[in-house]
């Protein structure tokens, strides 16, 4: 391996462990990790396959799915409407956005959990006219979904850097 060969890798391991730091700020850490690979193998063509690549793509965008449509899960799996599920997404995303500044690593995940539950209580009562406790029930639904969303994207996170790393050091 050359010196600018062995470059490239650290580059790509180095930005593989970021992109899972910045996964746990809810930021495209694992489409961050990915790029950067892509850019050093078109820089040095023998540091990794295009098929790890691929791999590596085809895992992020599972925890893509995975986050967008896990606050709906939860919200529909706890008798939730269809309004709910959107509330709950729309909360998710706002609730991210707005605890990001806050609490340094976990403040995007606490506020996307916390979006998520407030944002299908608020549909439910407010659009599907759910009493408060069948409203409290489903946001709890959409929190705790959202929860594990940002565990398994993380964990997905994790594989996809894993790949990335074992791909440029074989």
């Given at each position: 391996m050359t010196v600018m060969t062995s470059l490239a890798a650290a580059i790509v391991i180095l930005m593989s462990g970021l992109g899972v730091a910045l996964t746990t700020l809810t930021l495209p850490g694992?489409?961050?990790?990915?790029?950067t690979?892509?850019?050093c193998k078109l820089w040095r063509p023998e540091l990794l396959d295009w098929s790890t690549i691929g791999i590596g793509?085809?895992?992020a965008l599972i925890g893509e799915v995975v986050e967008i449509f896990a606050s709906a899960?939860?919200?529909a799996r706890a008798g939730g409407s269809r309004r709910g599920a959107i509330g709950?997404?729309?909360g998710s995303l706002l609730g991210a956005i707005i605890g990001a500044p806050f609490l340094l690593l976990v403040g995007a995940?606490?506020?996307?959990?916390?979006g998520a539950g407030l944002g299908a209580i608020i549909a439910e009562r407010g659009f599907a006219g759910r009493t408060w406790k069948d409203s409290a029930r489903i946001g709890a639904g959409a929190a705790v979904?959202?929860?594990w969303a940002s565990v398994a994207k993380v964990g997905l996170c994790g594989v996809?850097?894993?790949i990335l790393t074992i791909g440029v050091l074989r």
């Open positions: 694992a489409w961050v990790a990915l790029l690979a892509v850019i793509a085809a895992i899960a939860g919200a709950a997404v729309v995940i606490i506020g996307a959990v916390i979904g959202r929860f996809v850097a894993l």
